[in-house]
Each structure stands twice: as structure tokens, then as C-alpha cells.
């Protein structure tokens, strides 16, 4: 049976006339994509699309499913419409706790979403250096959810979102700039681009660098989270980031630690999270592209 994930994917392949627009406007891999597609097909009984060298075309079979694939993605978004007004999701304000580091990697994607989803509710951001002023906060009743790393003992609800994987980035002419991979103790001689003390990440580096046998010199401490990746790529010294703060076009190079340097991320609520706290979870669980947990479904 077809799902509407997948005639969502079929009516956008169509309307982009590509694969590859259509999974970079759905946010998932080609590969996935088609995927979907011939599973899809093989409900229908044939194929729905010829590809071309440069374009799709609808086979006889497509352009019968397609009508019926709008249709359907149109009463699901109208049913989503009643469910959103009939539990006050179309109108409010969602407060969120997280940290400088989320909101620049994991959060941009889940906000696209959530726009889209629900654009009469809007968001309201209460950004921490550390884990511990987050939890604190939390405490407090500062927010309706936190985004953040797995917090120690939380009595209430967590949902683990998957797991953050971080980098070492050092300038495009660095000598260790050779390869693709690094063991951390090979760079222990380096001076290394910090975080201010207090800061979550300093944490992270500085264990890191203790498991690894060394306690890193520091060249220049920053607070901003987003300095360090340029600061390294302007030749300061290594630093160790979260990959998915770095943009496409950074012009710094990337080294993959061995062994992995991780965070596991959750979302979290003091009790069970209301039905705004729960569509936001949701949406972000789809959409942050973090990978999941080894042993999570």
C-alpha cells in the first residue's frame, strides 16, 4: 500500500522534473529517494516515471496515480489543519531551551519544518554555553522543552534524537591536513583553538584530549561557537567542533577523529510535553539529520 511519504515524493519528483531537485527540496538522499519511488512502483504494478538522461517523464500508469497522489496529500494536509486547531496548534508561542552550538547545526533544518508546518506559532529561543545552565534552566521552568545533550538523571520525559558526531578542523595548508582521519594524540604538541571556560565545548575538547593522554595548549579561547571552525581554518591551531555547524562552503579542513568524539542529543520536558511540545519534537526528531543512537530503532 502506497504511503503519503511516498506520494509526496512521487508528486515531487514530477512538479521538480529531477530526482535530484526533489531530494534536495525534501531534505533526504537520492539514493533514499528512488528507493521510495520503486517500492512505490512495485504497488502500482509498474513503473510510474521514465527517466530520461535529463529529465522524468510520467509513464501512462503515473499520470493516472498522479491526480489521486494530490488529492491525498491534500486531504492529509487539510485533516493536520483540523488536529492543529482542534489542540491549539495554529496560533501561540513555543519556548525552547538549547545550546549556541544547537541552535547553529541542529535547529536550522527542524525551524524550516516547523515554518512550514505551523506558521502561526512562533518560537522563542533561550540559548546556554553549558549543559548544566541548561538543566538548570529547565528546573526553573524556563522553557517548554530543551534540545541538548543527554542530561544526567532528568526526571522527566527525554527523547533521544540520535547521536552528534564532532570534527577536528584545522587550516586547508596545515600538515595534518594530508589525510581524512587523526588520532588525537598525534596533535597533542599543537596549540589548539579553545572555548571560553564555562562553555559546554571546552569540556567536550579538553575530555577528549585527557582520553587521548594530553591536556591541550590553548592559542586563543573563544566564546563564540561559530569562531572556532574559522579561527582554525585561519591557521590558529585545531579545533574541535560539531560537524554539522560547518557550512557547505567552508573553505577549512575536515578531520575525523579516531577514536569518534560523540554527543548523544535529546529533547527533553519536565512532564509529559503538551501537543505543541510534542508536534515541535516530532518535527525535530525528522528533521535535525543527526545519526541514530547504535541500538535505537
Known sequence: MATLRQLEYLVTVVDQGSFTKAAELLHVTQPALSHQIRTLER?????LLERL?????????????????RAALADAERARCAARQAAGLEVGE??????YSITLGVLPAALREWRRTCPNVGIRLFEHRHTDEL??????????LA????????????????????????AADDPAAAGDNVKLQDLADRSWVHYAPGHGLADVLDNACAQAGFEPRIAVRTEQTAAAP????????PALVPDNILPKDFDGHILHPEPAVR???????????????????DVLFRSAGIRAREGDA
Not at 513555543?94 to 545550546?99: E, F, G, H, M, N
Not at 538543566?135 to 517548554?144: F, K, L, R, S, Y
Not at 554527543?263 to 511540545?277: I, K, N
Open 94 to 99: 513555543l519556548q525552547i531551551a538549547t545550546l
Open 43 to 47: 504497488s502500482a504494478g509498474g513503473p
Open 147 to 170: 534540545v541538548g545533550p543527554e542530561p544526567p538523571h532528568w526526571p522527566g520525559v527525554t527523547r533521544v534524537l540520535g547521536t552528534e558526531e564532532l570534527v577536528v578542523v584545522v
Open 53 to 69: 538522461p535529463r529529465a522524468v517523464r510520467l509513464t501512462p500508469t503515473g499520470r493516472a496515480m498522479v491526480p489521486h497522489a
Open 135 to 144: 538543566v538548570d534552566a529547565m528546573n526553573a521552568g524556563e522553557a517548554d
Open 263 to 281: 554527543r548523544t542529543l535529546t529533547a527533553y520536558t519536565r512532564g509529559e510535553p503538551d501537543p505543541l511540545a510534542a508536534t515541535f519534537i
Open 230 to 237: 574559522a579561527l582554525a581554518a585561519a591557521g590558529l591551531g
